[in-house]
């Protein structure tokens, strides 16, 4: 009988243990590195004689190193479909992404969900919970119009006409639609009395567990009666915190691989998440998704309310994590960079139209198209 290694397998120290990790199975072995030679030896179809001979280790040691490594799911068998026609089949498209991406999706998928019982919660609450709100108490602060104006679109107008821009006039953008952008984005919509969690927030977009664990950073260039410079949105307040003076959109652009849309915008949003807020309640790795979907909530928000508000939004996952974050002063660890949004009033055309970059479709390219 031959044997191969199973296809996805992570080796990792933790503290001094050394783990060897099936991340389709999620079975997990704290061995010796040795074991993880033998896995090595076995990365194709091999008889165990010959690896035993190859290795210079005694064949029926290896014979119940290698039983037990089978029965653990580390090893598959000849038997098993040629080592595993289910471990392989199915996985190219992922094959571009890496073991990276593969060890996401794994350690991501079908994580054991703990169950939201009263001693559940009491049990988490018992640690001091994470503040709601990020403040910079002793930042110079600009507080923004509380009124804020109601774009007067319909629903359906907003939608169909939301697209991404990415070359905008030269002009700022008026305080007051700004304002009104981060407050319908960002702010707070309401509070709710979560029980053990205490008070939270609610946003216009949906948070998972209502945890709002995201920030906005407000990188400004163009709006009329701010000053340039970087600003953390205090949420709370409707206000923004000054971080540093002066113009950072260049930096900020070439952090996004040097995009027009961030390059032109007159002010750009980052978007990071203070993660201990997120985890604090969900203690299991599908909570990263989560937080990458919530991104993405305000994301679509922000890109419909600036839309209503007669701007273009820009949106990239593009972005230099370090560089960013150092432009914030935020760690990249407690607090990491997720999003950069961007927006400006539309540059158009000698006809009056936005300038978008992939225009409608005309006859010529819908001769190209093969929908098949
Ligand atoms: C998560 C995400 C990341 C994106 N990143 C970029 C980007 O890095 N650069 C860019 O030019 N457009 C980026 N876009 C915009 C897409 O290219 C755009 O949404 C797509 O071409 C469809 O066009 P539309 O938004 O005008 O409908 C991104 C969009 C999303 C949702």
């Known amino acids: 009988m031959k044997y ?15 783990f060897v990790k099936n991340l389709m199975t999620k079975a997990r072995i704290s061995t010796d590195p040795i074991a993880a030679s033998v896995l090595c030896s ?49 996985f190219d498209a992922w094959v571009p992404w890496g073991k990276e ?36 108490k002793d930042a110079d602060r600009i507080f923004l119009p509380r009124h804020h104006e109601d774009p007067g679109h319909s629903y359906q107008e907003v939608l169909y006409r939301r697209r991404t821009h990415r070359d905008f006039v030269d002009a700022p953008v008026r305080r007051e639609v ?16 979560a029980q053990q969690f205490g008070a939270l927030m609610l946003r216009t977009s949906p948070a998972g567990g209502a945890r709002h664990e995201l920030e906005a950073y407000a990188v400004i260039t163009g709006v009329a009666g701010i000053a340039p410079g970087i600003y953390h949105y205090n949420v709370r307040e409707h206000s923004l915190e000054l971080l540093q003076e002066g113009e950072f959109r260049d930096p900020l652009t070439r952090a996004c691989d040097a995009q027009s849309g961030v390059g032109e915008a007159p002010f750009s949003v980052v978007l990071t998440s203070v993660v201990s807020r997120l985890s604090f309640k969900y203690r299991h790795p599908r909570a990263y998704r989560v937080m990458l979907m919530n991104s993405g ?41 997720l999003y950069v949004l961007s927006a400006g009033v539309p540059a158009v055309d000698a006809n009056g139209d936005a300038v978008l970059s992939h225009p409608p479709m005309s006859l010529e390219g819908s001769r190209k198209a093969r929908f098949e």
């Open 4 to 18: 191969r290694s199973a296809k996805h397998l992570e080796c990792f120290w933790d503290a001094s243990n050394f």
């Open 42 to 90: 076995f990365s194709e179809l091999r008889f165990v004689s010959d690896v035993a001979q190859e290795i210079e280790l005694d064949e029926n040691v290896l014979d119940s190193e290698v039983a037990s490594l089978l029965s653990l799911g580390f090893l598959e068998s000849e038997e098993q479909g040629g080592a595993g026609k289910h471990t392989e089949e199915g």
């Open 101 to 136: 991406g593969l060890s996401f999706y794994f350690s991501t998928r079908g994580a054991p969900f703990t169950e939201s019982t009263d001693e559940v919660r009491e049990e988490i609450t018992k640690d001091p919970s994470p503040p709601v709100f990020k403040e910079y």
């Open 178 to 193: 700004f304002s009104a952008l981060m407050a319908m984005t960002f702010g707070v919509k309401d509070f709710i009395d």
């Open 297 to 337: 909530h305000l994301g679509q928000t922000f890109a419909l309310t600036a839309t209503a508000l007669g701007l273009g939004p820009f949106q990239t996952a593009a972005f230099n994590d370090s560089a960013v974050e150092e432009l914030l002063g935020v760690d990249g660890v407690r607090e990491t960079a």
